[in-house]
């Protein structure tokens, strides 16, 4: 059975910093990149950061800088640490398993993040 299990959500102060972390069973993962996306109620889902099989990274222009995605293909783990946390960080954080070459894609539950003071 497959299975995306995010962690390390919560409530933060803006400027502060949280880990997240997605821990992966069931398929391959060090044959997926990896990446992580957010949604606020009423909007679409966004992209946050990607990883390849290799290592490779991209983010979105909102969070460069501040985030940085990285994974453990020993553990099955992707992670996500976030620094300089901004009330807009607030959303529902998602862990997703890109299927590539025709196989399929996952997702997480997700994980509520919110920056307030």
């Known amino acids: 059975q497959v299975q995306l299990v995010e962690s390390g959500g919560g409530l933060v102060r803006p400027g502060g910093s949280l880990r997240l972390s997605c821990a992966a069973s069931?398929?391959?993962?060090?044959?997926?990149?990896m990446s992580w996306y957010r949604q606020v109620p009423g909007q679409e889902r966004e992209l946050v950061a990607d990883i390849t099989t290799f290592g490779g990274k991209k983010y979105a222009d909102s969070v460069k800088g501040r985030f940085t995605i990285s994974r453990d293909n020993a553990e099955n783990t992707v992670y996500l640490q976030m620094n300089s946390l901004k009330p807009e960080d607030t959303a529902v954080y998602y862990c997703y398993a890109k299927g590539v070459g025709g196989r399929p894609t996952y997702w997480g539950q997700g994980t509520q993040v919110t920056v307030s003071s």
């Open positions: 069931g398929f391959t993962f060090s044959s997926y990149p």
